[in-house]
């Protein structure tokens, strides 16, 4: 489904889901289920936010991409008790611009970061990243909070990792 300029998506569910902005997708406190690939692609930014009310929710059977051609913007860290982000195949998150990760991600193939062209790409993070992975982890730079990765392969940061502080909690709502 081609959606418009600006778009905010609920609930979906079907065989294979494509979701496409020609500005900004915002998934706020939405659920994504495919039994297929799944793909949220925005022109600008992908925009995804949970509640303390409200999940967020991104269940792929094949394959996931999430790519906002000038950014990705994730913070889904209000419901710990399920990992938001779960795909059957990789998990690839990609912009020219930042890729913010603030979720818990599982692929049960490869997990990687990169810019459009396709060589790994900088991930950001205010405050607690965890990937798990049944494969290989890849991508370019890292700056921000404490960094979590389990992977039964590889794990290749082709730049620096910055790590600014520690796991900050979650005692409060983080904001929207």
């Keep these: ?56 929710l991104a269940l792929s059977g094949g394959d996931m991409m999430i790519q906002g051609n000038e950014s990705v913007d994730i913070l889904a860290l209000n419901h710990l008790e399920t990992t938001p982000f779960q795909a059957l195949g990789n998990l690839v998150l990609a912009s020219n611009g930042d890729v913010s990760g603030d979720a818990h991600f599982y692929s049960n193939s490869g997990f990687s970061i990169q810019p459009l062209e396709g060589q790994p790409g900088t991930f950001v993070s205010l405050y607690d990243p965890i990937i798990s992975v049944n494969g290989d982890v890849e991508f370019g730079e890292y700056t921000g909070a404490a960094l979590k990765i389990e992977a039964t392969g590889s794990i290749t940061a082709t730049g620096d990792i910055t790590i600014k502080g520690p796991d900050v909690g979650l005692e409060s709502e983080i904001p929207g």
Excluded: C, K, W
């Design 1 to 56: 489904e081609s959606v418009g300029a600006d778009a905010q998506v609920g609930d979906v569910l079907a065989q294979s889901v494509s979701l496409r902005s020609d500005e900004t997708l915002s998934l706020i406190e939405s659920e994504v289920r495919s039994y297929g690939d799944l793909a949220l692609q925005a022109d600008h930014t992908v925009h995804i936010r949970d509640s303390i009310e409200n999940q967020f």
